[in-house]
T-cell receptor
Framework: DAKTTQPPSMDCAEGRAANLPCNHS???????VYWYRQIHSQGPQYIIH???NNETNEMASLIITEDRKSSTLILPHATLRDTAVYYC????????????FGTGTRLTIIP | DARVTQTPRHKVTEMGQEVTMRCQPI?????VFWYRQTMMQGLELLAY????????DSGMPKDRFSAEMPDATLATLKIQPSEPRDSAVYFC????????????FGDGTRLSIL
């Protein structure tokens, strides 16, 4: 699976949009980009995934660049409960469903 | 919402003892994963199953760890004998196979080996 690079930490003011970047320059054509987050003492929580088109769900939006070498997770109106470690993961196809977690970005929402 | 259930949530025991952790995957999910999280190593995959068959257990110390799925509603991870370095949070996740399907995690078993 392609390696990902994320900033170790970020702060965001409550109510503002949080934009979390991820680089995955070695991604291959059949690999998806997944985002998970882990709130303290809980298991990782699935947020969103995408292949090449931008995606949006009730939690977040995912913007993938046209060359697919980077992506941005957007939390549109961050709340204190969004404070967590966010993991960007590139995952292969069928037969290789395992997730390889990096160190993620520790996002702190400031009141 | 359907959830992955792990038991026990916490376990403290002495080294040398057998430890069994249990996971109930989400009903209908056919892939099950065991991960371990420590401060030093982060989250790492130990083993995973598809349709109850083990597919990859390369992340697991074979001499003391074993993972099984006695049936579709139960996955177990055993450590025998346990050692202090096994202290960690162990997470189970389940999903449906297919390259875009997300995994859903339980809240883990926090294991302390004294």
């Amino acid at each position: 699976d392609a390696k990902t690079t994320q900033p170790p930490s970020m702060d965001c003011a409550e109510g503002r949009a949080a934009n979390l970047p991820c680089n995955h320059s070695t991604i291959s054509g059949n690999e998806y980009v997944y985002w998970y987050r882990q709130i303290h003492s809980q298991g990782p929580q699935y947020i969103i995934h995408g292949l090449k088109n931008n995606e949006t769900n009730e939690m977040a939006s995912l913007i993938i660049t046209e060359d697919r070498k980077s992506s941005t997770l957007i939390l549109p109106h961050a709340t204190l409960r969004d404070t967590a470690v966010y993991y960007c993961i590139v995952r292969g196809g069928f037969g290789n469903e395992k997730l390889t977690f990096g160190t993620g970005t520790r996002l702190t929402i400031i009141p | 919402d359907a959830r992955v259930t792990q038991t026990p949530r916490h376990k403290v025991t002495e080294m040398g003892q057998e430890v069994t952790m249990r996971c109930q995957p989400i009903l209908g999910h056919n892939t099950v994963f065991w991960y371990r999280q420590t401060m030093m190593q982060g989250l790492e995959l130990l083993a995973y199953f598809r349709n109850r068959a083990p597919l990859d257990d390369s992340g697991m110390p074979k001499d003391r760890f074993s993972a099984e799925m006695p049936d579709a509603t139960l996955a177990t991870l055993k450590i025998q004998p346990s050692e202090p370095r096994d202290s960690a949070v162990y997470f189970c996740a389940s999903g449906l196979d297919g390259k875009w399907r997300p995994q859903h995690f339980g809240d883990g078993t926090r294991l302390s080996i004294l």
